[in-house]
């Protein structure tokens, strides 16, 4: 041990303090989910994690304490990464362009919804098969992985996300969205809105539209035929 | 035992040891700074994620964020202890933060058991695939920690390389920062 590292070691704050403080804060974070609240959890759980890992750093790691020239090491790294990353997010954050759609994002979109089931790989569907995706005896969950194209059930496996399972925009994506997601029970929404439009909106996406980048383009996934019966499925919500 | 000159040695008033061990901490900055901040970017662009993340275990994360501030707090009394000479006290510390280390991926690997079980792998969709990659490299130093720590504290108990038991406890506590950000971006933002 070399003198340098005794003069600059002596510092030994009250550990058990500041575990204690790092306890209720961990206490506080779980605590804020309970609020429902989006931005109280939020707070909560990065504010306190700021806080948490400011307290480790100073006081555990002796940051407080350390020569300049380490927190120089550690400062540059954090800036250069900072750097790196700010320079390669704009490509990552768009999933399409002018001329350009990232088609492997919109399928890991689709994959991010539980019981998905693919309707790009079934053939489109007959009018009898449509008229038969119309009866609501069928539900979502119990669809067979192989199923023929159904818009109900794609609706509910995909769309419902964040159109929420009756249409109604409520879905569990819907909170982290705004503008919020289309509320097709509204007889508001439909008094501007030509199936035309719909169908552009679901194959192109939202913007192109008008309407929220957020909706994604389905049109790698789904065919025109397939974006038609969708919007005839989502007449069936209206007003319910 | 002869202690090697490069240990004390030192143009920035930091000794060598200590110094490398804040470059390991930088280089880790560059890797889990990278991760979390990908994860943050690829959660704003995928609302539908919240339903896969509905389903992390927010008390089973507490649990575990708990254990790892635990086993921070007693290396860092290792630490106290170390620099008081004292190497058969530092070393009881630095046992505990192991064993804290094996309770967290205890629990860890029960949890996972469980959510694989249910079907939740790492390939089932983008939230699944950066929950384990993030956990797990997380948890992959934990146990290379808990496996320095064993070797430092059996060294330390003996009264040797007691300096080693403040740099081990640097990185460990590095260890820690990762989980308190990983705890509320994977449990608690649902």
Same mark, same amino acid.
């Given at each position: 041990m070399s003198e340098q590292d005794r003069d600059t070691h002596q510092h030994h704050p009250d550990y058990t303090k500041i575990y204690v403080a790092l306890v209720i804060l961990l206490i506080i974070s779980v605590v804020g989910t309970f609020s429902g609240i989006l931005w109280i959890t939020f707070i909560m759980a990065f504010g306190v994690a700021v806080v948490k890992a400011t307290l480790v750093a100073e006081n555990f790691m002796h940051l407080k304490w350390e020569k300049v @020239? +380490?927190?120089?090491?550690?400062?540059?790294?954090?800036?250069?990464? $900072? $750097?790196?990353?700010?320079? @390669?997010?704009?490509?990552i954050m768009k999933d399409r362009g002018l001329q350009w759609v990232n088609n492997a994002d919109l399928a890991a979109t689709a994959r991010g919804i539980p019981d998905e089931e693919e309707p790009g790989k079934g053939a489109p569907a007959s009018a009898a098969e449509s008229a038969k995706a119309a009866a609501p005896t069928q539900t979502a969950a119990a669809a067979p992985a192989a199923a023929p194209f159904n818009p109900e059930t794609t609706f509910k496996t995909v769309c419902a996300?964040?159109?929420?399972?009756?249409?109604?925009g409520n879905g569990p994506g819907?909170? *982290?969205?705004?503008?919020?997601?289309?509320?097709?029970?509204?007889? +508001?929404?439909?008094?501007?809105?030509?199936?035309?439009?719909?169908?552009?909106?679901?194959?192109?996406?939202?913007?192109? @539209?008008?309407?929220?980048?957020?909706?994604?383009?389905?049109? =790698? %996934? $789904?065919?025109?035929?397939?974006?038609?019966?969708?919007?005839?499925?989502?007449?069936?919500?209206?007003?319910? | 035992?002869?202690?090697?000159?490069?240990?004390?040695?030192?143009?920035?008033?930091?000794?060598?040891?200590?110094?490398?061990?804040?470059?390991?901490? /930088? =280089?880790?900055? @560059?890797?889990?700074?990278?991760?979390?901040?990908?994860?943050?970017?690829?959660?704003?662009?995928?609302?539908?994620?919240? %339903? *896969?993340? #509905?389903?992390?275990?927010?008390?089973?994360?507490?649990?575990?964020?708990?254990?790892?501030?635990?086993?921070?707090?007693? #290396?860092?009394?290792?630490?106290? /202890? /170390?620099?008081?000479?004292?190497?058969?006290?530092? *070393?009881k510390f630095l046992y505990l933060t192991m064993g804290g280390a094996c309770l967290f991926i205890l629990v860890k690997s029960l949890e996972w058991t469980s959510e694989i079980l249910e079907g939740f792998t790492i390939q089932a969709n983008g939230f699944w +695939?950066?929950?384990?990659?993030? +956990?797990?490299?997380?948890?992959?130093?934990?146990?290379?920690?808990a496996i320095v720590i064993f070797f430092v504290a059996r060294d330390a108990a003996k009264g040797r390389n007691?300096?080693?038991?403040?740099?081990?406890?640097?990185?460990?506590?590095?260890?820690? %920062?990762?989980?308190?950000?990983?705890?509320?971006?994977?449990?608690?933002?649902?």
């Open positions: @020239v +380490a927190k120089w090491v550690l400062g540059i790294s954090l800036v250069l990464m $900072l $750097l790196f990353f700010a320079g @390669v997010s704009p490509d996300a964040c159109h929420g399972p009756e249409g109604e819907a909170a *982290a969205l705004n503008p919020k997601p289309a509320n097709f029970t509204d007889p +508001a929404f439909w008094t501007d809105k030509t199936d035309s439009i719909l169908e552009k909106a679901i194959r192109q996406g939202g913007a192109s @539209v008008g309407k929220s980048s957020a909706m994604p383009a389905w049109g =790698s %996934i $789904l065919t025109e035929a397939q974006a038609k019966q969708m919007v005839a499925y989502l007449h069936t919500l209206k007003g319910k | 035992m002869q202690t090697p000159i490069a240990t004390t040695r030192s143009a920035t008033g930091i000794p060598t040891g200590r110094l490398a061990i804040w470059w390991l901490v /930088a =280089s880790e900055i @560059v890797i889990f700074g990278g991760l979390l901040l990908s994860y943050v970017m690829h959660r704003i662009g995928h609302p539908e994620w919240a %339903i *896969a993340q #509905a389903h992390t275990h927010t008390f089973v994360g507490a649990f575990n964020t708990f254990v790892l501030l635990t086993a921070s707090f007693t #290396a860092v009394k290792g630490h106290e /202890a /170390a620099e008081k000479g004292d190497g058969k006290r530092a *070393a +695939a950066f929950y384990y990659t993030a +956990a797990g490299l997380h948890a992959l130093h934990v146990i290379a920690g007691l300096q080693r038991v403040e740099y081990v406890g640097i990185y460990w506590h590095f260890v820690d %920062i990762i989980w308190i950000f990983l705890f509320p971006l994977l449990y608690i933002a649902k």
